[in-house]
């Protein structure tokens, strides 16, 4: 990812963080500049060091980071610890990172040593947030298998018509726009995104794709039969946990991403929903709870959450 390598490569992993308490590592990727034998070095010195519970088989400062999206290594106050260790990196003073957890559970961490410790642009850190979301999406779609095409999946043209679908699969709940218009939109938003233009504008192909449409479909490039080039809106819904009967499916949804950790408008950004209908949801799910604040209602629902008996990811 050129926008994150600034001269000593990328070092990726996903881990499984159900047990949120031991974390653990699971595959492991380098880009071609970051040296495989500088991850060896740093474990070694944080094992020494004895920080935190970090080792090649847990991902490093997980209670720290793990409710950020993105964010500079040397702003998080509890992993400022780590800086001098980061030597190790090629002489990086500090790391950049992604993390993209779903609420299975399940993430993808992405770092950067950086050689100096520079404020990132904010717009720079909102492209990370939406980029991020994506990462969700894909990594969410590839542990469930892309599914074959069926009753649940839309089948759209490159102008964003619908071919085929089943009639039930375009029912909408409570939205001002219907189903179709918005995956045609979300599908002429992806075209032009994959296009010279959308590569040259990266900031703002990514704006206009989403990586749901109405917090339930991903749109995906495929090819028919005939090879023609068409795009097929996927069921992807995030998991979320269902602790009270007495909320709505979407304000589910709505609680389990503020409980990550994510504002207002990156749960809209990655639902595919506008930031006003956040907004609403979030505060008919806080009245619901018995809360007068938006903490409140997380600290609750986190309460209801553990709760909750395991298995109920819906």
Known sequence: MPLLDRGLGVVAYTYDARDAARPV?????????????????????????????ASSKHPTGFRAWSNLTCAQVSTIPKMRAFLPLFKHFGGARDVFALNALDA???GLWLGAPWPRIEKEPGDLVMLFERVAAHLRAACRLRRNGQPARGRSDVLLST??????????????????????????????????A?????????????????????????????????????FVAVENRP??????????????????????????????????????????????????????????????????????????DA
């Open 25 to 53: 590592v699971g595959d492991v990727g380098l880009s071609n500049r970051f040296d495989p034998a500088w991850l060896q070095a740093f474990y070694r010195s944080v094992e020494a060091a004895q920080l935190d519970q």
């Open 104 to 106: 299975s559970g399940y």
């Open 159 to 192: 102008d964003g018509d619908v071919l085929s679908a089943d009639g039930d699969t375009l029912r909408t709940e409570g939205v001002g726009e219907d189903a179709r218009s918005m995956l045609r939109r979300a599908a002429k938003a992806l075209d032009r």
């Open 194 to 230: 994959r296009s010279q233009e959308g590569r040259r504008d990266v900031d703002r192909a990514t704006r206009a794709w989403r990586p749901l449409v109405l917090s339930r479909w991903s749109v995906l490039d495929e090819f028919d039969s005939d090879g023609r080039r068409v």
């Open 239 to 312: 998991p979320t946990r269902a602790p009270r009967r007495d909320l709505s499916e979407r304000e589910h949804q709505i609680m389990t991403q503020a409980h990550l950790g994510h504002t207002n408008k990156v749960i809209a950004y990655e639902l595919g929903l506008s930031a006003s209908t956040v907004r609403v949801l979030l505060h008919r799910a806080a009245r619901k709870l018995g809360a007068p604040t938006r903490e409140d209602a997380i600290a609750r629902f986190d309460e209801l959450v553990k709760r909750s008996v395991p298995g109920d």
